[in-house]
């Protein structure tokens, strides 16, 4: 069984930063796929950015530029670095694993693995 736990969520400023942490465990295999999704309510889960095991990344177009994912495989931990952060960057933010895959996809229904999700508040 995979589990993830995220954390670094809270409340920021604009224009202030956060680090989100993703920790994996359990039996992944070496092909892995592990995105970052944010929620708001009312709207559908969507993909902010998917990093494969062997370091490939894919951004959400509104993403690229102030968000950065990266994988700390020593500790099994995916990391989402949010810079300038602006009021819509709030939500709920989930990680999400993908086993055995070669091509990492943008779409909730290719994870299957889910973790309980970190909040993110950004205002004045």
């Known amino acids: 069984q995979v589990h993830l736990v995220e954390s670094g969520g809270g409340s920021a400023q604009p224009g202030e930063s956060l680090r989100l942490s993703c920790k994996i465990s359990?039996?992944?295999?070496?092909?892995?796929?592990t995105a970052w999704f944010r929620q708001v309510p009312g709207k559908e889960r969507e993909a902010v950015a998917v990093?494969?095991?062997?370091?490939?990344?894919t951004y959400r177009d509104s993403a690229k530029g102030r968000f950065t994912i990266s994988q700390d495989k020593s500790n099994s931990t995916v990391l989402l670095q949010i810079n300038s952060l602006k009021p819509e960057d709030s939500g709920m933010y989930y990680c999400?694993?993908?086993?055995?895959?070669?091509?990492?996809?943008?779409?909730?229904?290719?994870?299957?693995?889910w973790g309980q999700g970190t909040q993110v508040i950004v205002s004045k």
């Open positions: 359990g039996d992944t295999g070496t092909e892995v796929c």
């Open positions: 999400a694993a993908d086993l055995e895959v070669w091509v990492c996809y943008m779409e909730t229904r290719e994870y299957k693995y």
């Open positions: 990093i494969h095991s062997d370091g490939e990344t």
